[in-house]
Every structure is written in structure tokens, then in C-alpha cells.
């Protein structure tokens, strides 16, 4: 079993995606289940996770409701507004629907660096844990060092950390002082990883699997092959690369893990973390 832990759908308006510039055109459509299910059989790809793309209660009710009607999509990583004061309301509502397995917050959109820190934000984070539900880490590399401090704070809580922490990859210069914080924060044994994401912060003109290969390096280092798991971001990833491109980089990449290694990769990890929802029989 091959599970996309990562990817987006959306029903695209320029005002509620106003963070797909006009250099994005590729992205400025639907993306709608049938468009990734088809591209999930051409690459082997069984089932996948709904990871929400704009911050609102209406689109995580969407995906879940996705969720519920098309059996490939095994679970939900949506939003609830974590630092307000109904969080807890919120939380029980969109908890009682099985299909949400996880919560995410656009942080490394936030003007602060040190946005995750604050006092309202992880006082909705320290409910999670009640509806046993995953908190998945968005930032870039420099936000490393207070996303530390803040996994520090919640000891018993779940944590997976979306596209390695979008370290800057340019082939002229590795990002040391990414590698060195994504290495501390894999210390903790409550944090997994995405290898997902990753292309779109390649900033040479294009790329290689050789391009990438040492992000994989360190990521595979720091966190194992027990807590590292595939992604694509998808419809993303379109920006550097198509879906069956990107899953043939990372086959290249996992090659020389062992067997069990790569079913843990590939999918158990996703299945474990995120709880989800088995397949139909015959699916």
C-alpha cells in the first residue's frame, strides 16, 4: 500500500487563493479527486491525504466531505482557528467525523518568526491531544528554531513536519543551517517528516534527483525511515514538476532502503501517524 500523505484540492478564486501569484498559472484551476486519482493509478500511488490549502472552517468541512465520498482519500489534515477562544467548540464538532485526522496552520505565512509561540496558538494546541489528533508543522528553515522551542512545550502531542521545512536548495550552496535544525528537531521522538514539497524550493532553473539528493540524505538521517513518509503536494508540485516525475525522483532516492524500510516510507508511517481509514476490500 502506496500512500500520498500530502497533497491539496481546491475550487479556485483568485480572492480565496490569493497566494497563487500570476507566475503560478498552472495552479490557477480546480483541482478536483478524478484529476488526482488518475494521476495516483499512473504511478502507483493507492491513497492519499486531503491537506487543507486556505484557512477556513468551510474548507475543512469540504475535504472531509471529499473524504467521505471518495474511498482513495484515507483522511484530513483541516484547520480550526487554534489561537480563538471557541477552538474547543470548533474542535468537537469537526472532531465527531473520523475522516479528520490531523489540524495544520499556515504558519510560515506569518509575519512573526516566532508566531508559533504564542500563548493563544498553543493553548488550541494543547487540545489536540483530546481528539487524538495529529498537528502538522508548516514553516521554512529559518522558522526552525522556534518550531523547536514550540514542539519542547507539548511533549505528549503528535507532530509531523510538512516538506522537510522548506530548506532553500540552490546548487551552488547547501543549506547548513537548515540541515543542523532539522537534525535538533528530529531529537524529538514525537515529530515525524514529509518528504514532500520539496521541487518548488529548488531555486536553480531546473532539477535532478542529484539535486536533491542531499535533503534527502539529511531528512533520511535525522528522522529514520521510521518516521519519514512520502508526499507530493500536489497540485504544488506542478510549479517543478509532474505528479509521476516526482514519484519516480523519490523511488530513485528510497532505492536503497531495505524492503521493509521502504513499505514504512512509502505508506505504513502515513497509515500509523495519521491513523486512517482502511481501504475497501477489492479497492
Not at 506569518?110 to 508548516?138: A, H, Q
Not at 531546473?206 to 521510521?226: C, K, M, N, Q
Request: glycine share 4%; charged share 30%; proline share 4%.
Amino acid at each position: 500500500m502506496r500512500i500520498d500523505s500530502h497533497h491539496h484540492f481546491w475550487n479556485y478564486s483568485e480572492t480565496e487563493y490569493a497566494w497563487i501569484s500570476e507566475r503560478m498559472s498552472v495552479l490557477r484551476r480546480d483541482f478536483k479527486p478524478n484529476d488526482l486519482r488518475q494521476v495516483m493509478v499512473e504511478s502507483g500511488i493507492d491513497r492519499a491525504v486531503s491537506v487543507q490549502a486556505r484557512q477556513s472552517l468551510e474548507e475543512t468541512r469540504w475535504l472531509i466531505e471529499l473524504a467521505q465520498r471518495n474511498t482513495f482519500i484515507a483522511g484530513v489534515v483541516g484547520w480550526v482557528p487554534l489561537a480563538s477562544e471557541h477552538v474547543l467548540q470548533e474542535l468537537e464538532v469537526l472532531a465527531a467525523s473520523p475522516e479528520l485526522k490531523a489540524i495544520r496552520h499556515v504558519v510560515q505565512d506569518e509575519p512573526d518568526d516566532r508566531f508559533i509561540l504564542g500563548e493563544d496558538f498553543n493553548r488550541g494546541i494543547s487540545l489536540l491531544k483530546e481528539f487524538n489528533l495529529v498537528y502538522d508543522i508548516l514553516i521554512f528553515a529559518r522558522q526552525l528554531p522556534a518550531s523547536i522551542e514550540f514542539v519542547d512545550r507539548h511533549p505528549d502531542q503528535t507532530f509531523v513536519l510538512d516538506h522537510i521545512a522548506k530548506p532553500t536548495i540552490d546548487i551552488r550552496q547547501f543549506d547548513d543551517a537548515w540541515a543542523k535544525n532539522l537534525r535538533e528537531l528530529a531529537r524529538r521522538s514525537n515529530v515525524a517528516c514529509k518528504f514532500s514539497g520539496v521541487v518548488t524550493e529548488v531555486r536553480d532553473e531546473d532539477w535532478s534527483t542529484e539535486h536533491i539528493r542531499p535533503y534527502w540524505d539529511v531528512a533520511l538521517e535525522a528522522f529514520g525511515p521510521d518516521r519519514l513518509m512520502y508526499g507530493s503536494d500536489w497540485p504544488v508540485c506542478l510549479l517543478k514538476s509532474d505528479y509521476c516525475r516526482w514519484v519516480a525522483a523519490v523511488e530513485e532516492l528510497a532505492s536503497s532502503l531495505s524492503p521493509r524500510e521502504r513499505a514504512a516510507f512509502w505508506g505504513e508511517n502515513a497509515s500509523k501517524l495519521y491513523r486512517l481509514k482502511k481501504a475497501n476490500h477489492g479497492e
